[in-house]
């Protein structure tokens, strides 16, 4: 059941878009997420729907991986989208529900409803052209970056991007380790499968108990180790890896802040 | 290399508030190069010496020092824990990477040693372990030999002296013990490192120069392996196996035929064994 879990599906690529440094990805990403909620014209949104297609096509990843992200919105998608459908006062009536009149559909609703959508859509999409170009260690490192000049107000930012190493490094270990004991204790009878929901929680509790005390011993052995090869903290620490960022990301930033530009005065002019 | 002076190692029992030794008045000292191995049952204190060798433990009483330094001295931590690197029995536990390169870049990270100088460390130790095809790979992919060779690559990025085993194979299979001990092998004949193995299996002590038995956190017997094993009821006094081949030429001695008392190879059995045949042939 925890086979599932992907954080970051990465996909490699040598694509314009994976070759970007991840500080700007991250931080043009949420340029497109403040632009994305800034825009409410139809004329906007027309061109906000080219510049998404088109970031798709430039980061060359199969679209059924960024579709698969959108699967799991389904429900929020439709819940929003009939919220606003009915909820929305407005001039022009467009149908009235025959049996109880406060229920209408107005012209203003019906815009509303699908701007709605594709406001939701696209900030799914453009996440995942984030993650899907940027491995999980890019990110943590991109995200370290970043928080750097925030540590004047105390954020733990080398710590915070630790956790995160950490804790991408050990799912595949925990879950390893979840199939065992599940096995383990399905062979004596245990059951998982059948039964309501509460029963079907009840019998996860045996199940959590030991993976939660073999999960604090593995921290504790992880602890010793990263001391024994002189850890201590983000300080003088230096990486391997050094993040560059090239003509590639000032054109990228050009571009995204041309593209913010026009959408804005179109969305202002119309 | 490694001297220690009289180290005890003490804790406070919490029911009867006296003091339980886990290690009394010890006294070791291992030479630059040589190939120790420490061996004794669960209990022996064999680990909790090894935590002394890189300053994991300090000594409640006694001295240890690595290379001339004292592992109380605060100020000689991070220099200890890079002249005398550990490596873990669970290798699953130790890895903090999701990346093979990165993991082994991590030690020289922490220690500030310049990117080109990391990126050189790390191809480097990778192709010691011979482990450098497996560079983007993700560790959990890997098999249990395979992960404990990049954990003896993650160490040896520090660019240590001295290299401290505790119990590598416990958790791995016959194919990843050979694979380890070979690695281990190579980095002290080839390389000259020396190495302190802790272990609980007779047939890799034998691969040592040196073995230091322990037994209630104290030295009793420290010699050359051949020298160990042939005083196989004291060995077994205490609860320990010697080699197989060293039981099965035992065993033949306590039936009447002449067999040497210290063959603890495979090979060397073998020679003496088909020796012996021929000899019954041309009589």
Request: glycine share 6%; aromatic share 8%; with cysteine.
């Amino acid at each position: 059941m925890f086979k599932d879990i992907t954080i970051g599906q990465y996909v490699e690529g040598n694509s314009f878009i994976h070759k970007m440094d991840a500080r700007v990805k991250i931080l043009l990403s949420l340029f497109y997420i403040i632009i994305l909620f800034l825009i409410s014209s139809p004329v906007a949104y027309a061109v906000f729907t080219a510049f998404t297609l088109f970031l798709v096509y430039l980061s060359k990843v199969p679209p059924k991986f960024i579709l698969r992200g959108l699967k799991p919105m389904m429900y929020i998608l439709v819940f929003t989208a009939v919220l606003n459908l009915f909820m929305t006062q407005g001039s022009t009536v467009l149908w009235v529900c025959p049996f109880w009149s406060t229920l209408k559909i107005t012209k203003e609703g019906l815009t509303t409803a699908v701007l709605m959508i594709l406001r939701l859509v696209y900030l799914v999409i453009g996440t995942s052209v984030l993650t899907l170009t940027t491995s999980p260690l890019m990110l943590t490192d991109g995200i370290e970056k970043i928080l750097k000049p925030f540590e004047i107000i105390k954020v733990p930012s080398h710590e915070i991007a630790m956790m995160m190493t950490i804790a991408i490094r050990f799912i595949p270990t925990l879950s390893e380790e979840t199939e065992k004991i599940m096995k383990a204790q399905m062979a004596r009878g245990a059951d998982f499968e059948s039964g309501n929901v509460l029963k079907r929680a009840k019998a996860m509790i045996p199940l959590l108990v030991p993976l939660f005390i073999s999960a604090f011993r593995r921290a504790d052995d992880l602890a010793v180790a990263m001391d024994s090869r002189c850890y201590h903290g983000g300080k003088n620490r230096t990486r391997m890896k050094q993040m560059k960022m090239t003509v590639r990301d000032l054109w990228a930033t050009l571009f995204m802040v041309g593209f913010a530009a026009a959408v804005i005065f179109i969305q202002k002019l119309m | 290399m490694i001297d220690i002076e009289k180290l005890s190692f003490s804790y406070d029992d919490e029911e009867t508030h006296e003091k339980k030794f886990v290690i009394k008045e010890l006294d070791l000292y291992i030479d630059k190069g040589s190939f120790v191995a420490v061996l004794g049952h669960n209990g022996s204190g064999k680990s909790t010496l090894a935590k002394h060798l890189n300053g994991i433990l300090l000594p409640s009483g006694g001295k240890v020092y690595i290379a001339g330094m004292d592992t109380a001295d605060e100020k000689n931590t991070f220099s200890i824990r890079s002249t005398a690197g550990m490596v873990f029995q669970n290798p699953d536990n130790q890895i903090v990477a999701a990346v093979v390169e990165d993991e082994v870049a991590f030690a020289p990270e922490n220690l500030g040693v310049p990117p080109e100088e990391i990126r050189r460390r790390v191809d480097e130790c990778l192709e010691i372990v011979n482990m450098s095809e497996f560079a983007k790979s993700s560790p959990s992919r890997l098999s249990g030999g395979q992960k404990q060779r990049v954990a003896i690559a993650g160490v040896l990025a520090m660019e240590p002296e001295c290299i401290i085993l505790d119990e590598p194979t416990a958790m791995l299979d016959p194919k990843g013990r050979r694979e380890v001990m070979r690695t281990i092998k190579s980095l002290n004949k080839s390389r000259g490192m020396t190495v302190v193995l802790i272990t609980h299996y007779m047939d890799e002590a034998a691969m040592a120069d040196r073995i230091v038995v322990m037994e209630k956190g104290s030295v009793i017997i420290d010699d050359v392996p051949k020298k160990v094993f042939s005083e196989v009821e004291k060995i077994k006094e205490i609860g320990l196996d010697v080699p197989q081949v060293t039981e099965l030429l035992f065993r033949l001695r306590s039936m009447g035929i002449d067999m040497p008392e210290d063959i603890i190879s495979v090979e060397e059995c073998e020679k003496v064994i088909l020796d012996r045949l021929k000899g019954l042939k041309n009589d």
